[in-house]
């Protein structure tokens, strides 16, 4: 069997010692989790655990899992084969979000990504460069008045967090103030959160689920142009069910800022760690464009994703059953020796470099174009001449998790 380009996929293998690399990976996450990810890929990169969940960690058989058609979504996130596995609450709430089209198959799943889809279109996403780079002008001139501050909460969370609330018709007034809630919520995407996060994040879906029930109706009754004006108003025969609007709206305000968010943070922190490569996108920002790309490889702001198999089948040499788990590691794919020479290695000179940071297959994220406008956009002004340098006056600190990867503060001074 062979991976959509062509590369032969590796035969499954069962290995306890890499198995409990693979959980120690979650368990215990790391500042740097790219040498472990090496590790297991090294040892079994077609891994069976002892439970029947398959662990990939190649770009190969990423790519094919995520493209098969026998695969899609079901129980995968209900613990990835990790010891204890979900909690009762956490499969409820994950429950909760299950009417969006990330945790949908066919035809839902087409269904509900052609109802949003039209705002995601390359087209679209390119008429909203001005407003974005009004934003971000913005955002820097508060980090140079003070000559610096931390990036995340000054421009890396604010920036996306307004860009996909204008897009969806959130009032300015409320975006901060339940943002909050949003990044506790994404904990139930974490399979080793703990209790306590669980605790609130189930809590901040319920306050989230009232919020955009009250917004969806004050749309239906006055409808603006904006996305979620639209969803209320389409023609019955396509118009979403309630509990398919709020689903919609949530995934779409959460994923449309959390995972640019991270993808900002990571960036930056990458290239103050590199000034080599800093120095080159100033004297080529002709760069930034691909540059994006190997960024997004290189510390990817989505690590890991999921997959249940839906119909008996044939993979990586192994027979699959209906219901076994397959867990792809992403961040160890984009650092596949066989996708990219030096993998562990920061090159913004990459020419197009490959990366599945954005998923393959039926679930690519749909908001890829924005997330690459704004990331662009943010390098093409941090980096020209109205700033002399940037530095990091301390260190960076992680956010908790591992399959969502970003930055809880990034303190950095600006030098105009």
Known sequence: MTAPNGTPLGAATSDPAAEQLFFEIFLTPQDDPYPAYRRLREAAPVLLTRDGTLVLTRFAECDAALRHRSFGKGNELAGFGLPGGASEQQRQAQGRLGHSMLFANPPEHTRLRRSVGSVFTTRHIQDLRASIEDRTRTHLGQLARRSGGDFVDTLALPLPVNVIADLLGVPEADRMAFTP???????????????????????????????????????????????????????????????????????????GFETTTNLLSNTLHALLDHPDQQAALRADPALIPTAVEEFLRYDSPVQVDARTVLHDTDFAGTHLKAGQVIVMLLGAANHDPDLVEQPDTLDVTRPQPAHLSFASGIHFCLGAHLARLETQIVLEQLLGPAYLAITRPMPPRRRPGIALRGLAHLPLTLHP
């Open 181 to 255: 809630k949003v990044r506790s919520m994404i904990a139930l995407l974490e399979p080793a959160a703990d209790p306590e996060a669980i605790t609130a994040a189930a809590a901040a879906e319920a306050d989230l689920v009232a919020y955009f029930t009250d917004l969806l109706a004050a749309k239906r009754a006055d409808p603006q142009q904006d996305l979620l004006s639209r969803m209320t108003t389409a023609p019955e025969q396509t118009r979403l069910s309630q509990q398919e609007m709020i689903s919609t709206s949530l995934l779409l305000f959460g994923a």
